[in-house]
């Protein structure tokens, strides 16, 4: 099963947490497989936590038969994010980022 590294302010909600969230001491916070939803998220971000895990959206796509265009967005949103994060990490904007994400995001015919 594939898995996702995503901030806490871009994850939607329903989709499942790929590993467990352990806070600053190593004590769980959440286990693997609890559906995230928004009041996780900010209970998350108050606590400092900016980074999971979650299970990557076309999976669950397929366990239903069907690829949703919405979690499709949403995974090609997460996989650009992933191979900019050390720019991101260093607060850089990178324009690159922006028209790579408006190329791949825009709709088409």
Known sequence: MQALATTTERVPEGLLLAQPVLDAH??????EGTPVTREILNNLQHRGIDTIFVNAPEELAQ?????????????????????????????????????????????RP
């Open 26 to 31: 190593a004590q769980l916070l959440l286990p």
């Open 63 to 107: 366990r239903n038969g069907k690829v949703d265009p919405v979690e499709q967005r949403v995974l090609t949103e997460q996989r650009l994010l992933h191979l900019f994060r050390p720019a991101l990490r260093a607060g850089q904007l990178n324009p690159l980022l922006h028209m790579i994400l408006r190329h791949r995001l825009e709709e």
